[in-house]
T-cell receptor, first 113, second 111 residues
Framework: DAGVTQSPTHLIKTRGQHVTLRCSPI?????VSWYQQVLGQGPQFIFQ???????GRGNFPDRFSARQFPNYSSELNVNALLLGDSALYLC????????????FGQGTRLTVV | GEDVEQSLFLSVREGDSSVINCTYT??????LYWYKQEPGAGLQLLTY???NMDMKQDQRLTVLLNKKDKHLSLRIADTQTGDSAIYFC???????????WGLGTSLAVNP
């Protein structure tokens, strides 16, 4: 059974560009959460989606948006990229809204130059 | 407020036990987690404990929870070089049950 898959694994963008990151949760999991992990820090919560609805939002600017599709996969979009957006973006899959077991993908390493 | 604190570094000899400590602030947290992250990799869920439990054991891993002091620890028995990684403590907090993370403890296992 496949785990959480994220694509792409690595990405280089220039300032001002837009990026879309993708996540497929574990089969049967309806909750997808997005986290940003800057080097040397713990992950910071960005969004949680459950049953295609946004259920939580962290302290990130409106340049960050996300959505969840009927098959529970999700996209994270970031507009007007800044150098400070360079980070590992992690997707977590959970069977329920409470995140009792949250499994992470390998992440997408985004570098903004 | 929501905050999770961990010591940043721990060095042990191969075969010894490792104990990684964590304190958290949100008394309403229902679950507390330990994740492992190897260089350049994602986060691997090692174990988690429900807040009404005191202890959980899973093979070489033992989690102890002191809810009164909001203190969580992870003990790794017979530590191996493959256990070298960063270990994150996280709590499941807030109305939306987002995970709040510590900065991670870097475990170095010396042969």
């Amino acid at each position: 059974d496949a785990g959480v898959t994220q694509s792409p694994t690595h990405l280089i963008k220039t300032r001002g560009q837009h990026v879309t990151l993708r996540c497929s949760p574990i089969s049967g999991h309806k909750s997808v959460s997005w986290y940003q992990q800057v080097l040397g820090q713990g992950p910071q919560f960005i969004f949680q989606y459950y049953e295609k609805e946004e259920r939580g939002r962290g302290n990130f600017p409106d340049r960050f948006s996300a959505r969840q599709f009927p098959n529970y996969s999700s996209e994270l979009n970031v507009n007007a990229l800044l150098l400070g957006d360079s980070a590992l973006y992690l997707c977590a899959s959970s069977p329920n809204l409470m995140n009792t077991e949250a499994f992470f993908g390998q992440g997408t390493r985004l570098t903004v130059v | 407020g929501e905050d999770v604190e961990q010591s940043l570094f721990l060095s042990v000899r191969e075969g010894d036990s490792s104990v990684i400590n964590c304190t958290y602030t949100d008394s309403s947290s229902t679950y507390l987690y330990w994740y492992k992250q190897e260089p350049g990799a994602g986060l691997q869920l090692l174990t988690y404990i429900f807040s009404n439990m005191d202890m959980k054991q899973d093979q070489r891993l033992t989690v102890l929870l002191n809810k009164k002091d909001k203190h969580l620890s992870l003990r790794i028995a017979d530590t191996q070089t493959g256990d070298s990684a960063i270990y994150f403590c996280a709590e499941n907090a807030g109305n939306n049950r987002k995970l709040i993370w510590g900065l991670g403890t870097s475990l170095a296992v010396n042969p």
